[in-house]
Each structure stands twice: as structure tokens, then as C-alpha cells.
Nanobody, 122 residues
Framework: QMQLVESGGGLVQAGGSLRLSCAPSGRTFSNYAMCWFRQAPGKEREFVAA????????YYADSVKGRFTISRDNAKNAVYLQMNSLKPEDTAVYYC???????????????WGQGTQVTVSS
């Protein structure tokens, strides 16, 4: 079992940066690949970035590659999403999720946080 809580969202001007944090609880955090999804109004939840259990492999959606960086600190039970060069189209609720393996499929993730709002003004 794992509980997830996201934080760090807010309002930022286009071109700015935000750092999202995900705080999992539970004793099996290191056994899970972790990811960030996002959902904009009227759209389906979409994959953003994923990181392997050990943190050495990462995967990004093409739309954020080169701008966003996912990282994790297993000792601190924390997952992060550093978002730079933000665009208005990045506006969405961002969700942290966990899966037994590295995947981009929403249905493969078993644990979800409540989400944190990111709004990027033009």
C-alpha cells in the first residue's frame, strides 16, 4: 500500500518554473516506478514523465522533453518534477502515481495522489 500527496503547484507566468513534489508513504516506495500525469480541463489525463525504481531511467512525453525533469530520492521517500520554460498549454492538474514497472499507460498505475494545480499565464 502507498499513499501519495502532491504539492508545489501554483500560478506562474509563461517561461517560468515550478517544482512539484510527491510525498509517498509506505514501506515499499523503492519497489515502484513513479510518474507524473496531468489533466487539463475537458481533456483526458495524459502521461508527462516516469522514473524507474532506482531513479536511473527516465521517460518523458515529447511535449515536455528538454523542459521537465523527473527525479526521486528514495531515502527521503520523495518524487519531484522540475518544470522549466513553462507554457500556457502546460496548465493542468498534475498527478503523481506509482506502478510496479516503468510504463506510460494510465491504467498500469495503481496508486494516485489528489493532484496539484499548475496554471501558466500567457
Amino acid at each position: 500500500q502507498m499513499q501519495l500527496v502532491e504539492s508545489g503547484g501554483g500560478l506562474v507566468q509563461a517561461g517560468g518554473s515550478l517544482r512539484l513534489s510527491c510525498a509517498p508513504s509506505g514501506r515499499t516506495f523503492s519497489n515502484y516506478a513513479m510518474c507524473w500525469f496531468r489533466q487539463a480541463p475537458g481533456k483526458e489525463r495524459e502521461f508527462v514523465a516516469a522514473i524507474s525504481q532506482g531513479g536511473r531511467l527516465t521517460y518523458y512525453a515529447d511535449s515536455v522533453k528538454g523542459r521537465f525533469t523527473i527525479s526521486r530520492d528514495n531515502a527521503k521517500n520523495a518524487v519531484y518534477l522540475q518544470m522549466n520554460s513553462l507554457k500556457p498549454e502546460d496548465t493542468a492538474v498534475y498527478y503523481c502515481a506509482g506502478s510496479p514497472g516503468l510504463t506510460t499507460r494510465r491504467v498500469d498505475y495503481n496508486y494516485w495522489g489528489q493532484g496539484t494545480q499548475v496554471t501558466v499565464s500567457s
